[in-house]
């Protein structure tokens, strides 16, 4: 069966980094866009970040842009979330998603940026 499995998340201090993993099993990793997105309490869950199956296209929220880079092992099945210039804002639970074509979601992991 499909999984996702996020790692990586936790305590930070604003301004410092975290990358997070994503391991996929149960499909061909390779064949499928892959993305990241976030989600806080009581808000909806957002997208953060995109990329293509060879990982040469990618795309990001405004707020990201030029701090988070999402690329992808299809070796070992594995997507990846850098984050630098953490904010306090970046404060959320972080998913990874398939569509294959069904949609699929990681449990989620949390990323807390305070000092």
């Known amino acids: 069966q499909v999984r996702l499995v996020e790692s990586g998340g936790g305590l930070v201090q604003p301004g410092g980094s975290l990358r997070l993993s994503c391991a996929a099993s149960g499909f061909t990793f390779s064949a499928y866009t892959m993305s990241w997105y976030r989600q806080a309490p009581g808000k909806e869950r957002e997208l953060v970040a995109r990329i293509s199956t060879n990982g040469v296209a990618t795309n990001y929220a405004d707020s990201v842009k030029g701090r988070f880079a999402i690329s992808r092992d299809n070796a070992k099945n594995t997507l990846y979330l850098q984050m630098n210039s953490l904010k306090p804002d970046d404060t959320d639970v972080y998913y990874c998603?398939?569509?294959?074509?069904?949609?699929?979601w990681g449990q989620g992991t949390q990323v807390t940026v305070s000092s």
């Open positions: 998603r398939a569509v294959i074509p069904l949609d699929y």
